[in-house]
């Protein structure tokens, strides 16, 4: 199947909604990273989105809605949900939310829980494509399973470990600002937990709700929430975190200073964040071994640091992202 990429305004918008409408799978822009994108209520269109990635089916997806309202069709959310959806929703913020009886989400979605993992984004064309399909979007990252997740549409359509020829189209907006993807947050004995930290700093939502967040280490072969595997958005070459210099045959990403690899010269989190993924496939094409500077480990950083040591870890034979 050829992959079709199409341009974000209202013709591709719309030649994307109806693929969807199809059961085909496209990718789509967001702010964190493009997702690979099916109708959530078609059991078929969400297996072909596992089948396009090689992702484990015990791994559940992103739901992606337009709005609060459309939310709320889906899951129950709780008063704390509720402060953290209107605080920032639309935007870089996934919530696990008890899933309705009546949701009509395909349950691959959910790998068979209880719970739905929901976002809105805030890009304006994953809205504009959410409304003119007028329905719920499961999107994980449109990459092969454990592979560097897409932050253009060249990247979604890369030979290694992209998606060309296995999924109908992508919808291509340009690079995305964020660069890692959402924050995930769940409840654990009724206590906001941090289940992946993400393109919203933890810090920011510990503000919003009036106290710190809970912190959840997942089993990594039962996830509850996407992103929990140990290892993926990983890069061909072995990874090196922590280095503040590079060894003889590695490629050096460094942070705080200029070069050719560099997350940020003047060591902005923001922009560290949005260059991460497209740092470590360019870098990964040079063919050696990779070697990355410290990162703080707070604010974006800490989103950073997850993706590193997930990246940096021992290769399983299945894996996940987004």
Known sequence: MQTLRLAS????????????RQGQTVAIPTETVYGLAGDARNGAAVAAIYAAKGRPSFNPLIVHVADLTAARRIAHLPPQAMELAQAFWPGALTLVLPLRADSGIASLVTAGLDTVAIRVPAAQAAQ????????????PSANASGRISPTTADHVLDPDGGLDTRIAAVLDAGPCPVGVESTIIGWHQDRATLLRPGGIPAEAIEAALGHRLDHHQADPDTPTAPGQLSSHYAPNAAL??????????????????PGPFSLSPTGDLTEAAAH????????????????????????LGTAINDRLRRAAAPRQASSSSK
Not at 9 to 20: H, R, S, V
Not at 280 to 298: K, M, N, T
């Open 9 to 20: 305004d209202e013709t591709g918008i719309a030649q994307a909604a109806k693929l969807l």
């Open 128 to 139: 504009a494509l959410l409304r003119a399909f007028d329905g719920p979007l499961a999107a």
């Open 240 to 257: 090196r975190l922590n280095a503040e210099t590079a060894l003889p045959g590695e490629t050096h990403i460094t942070f705080g200073r």
């Open 276 to 299: 991460l993924f497209d740092l470590l496939r360019r870098a990964d094409r040079e063919g050696r071994a990779i070697a990355v500077a410290p990162i703080p480990d707070h604010g």
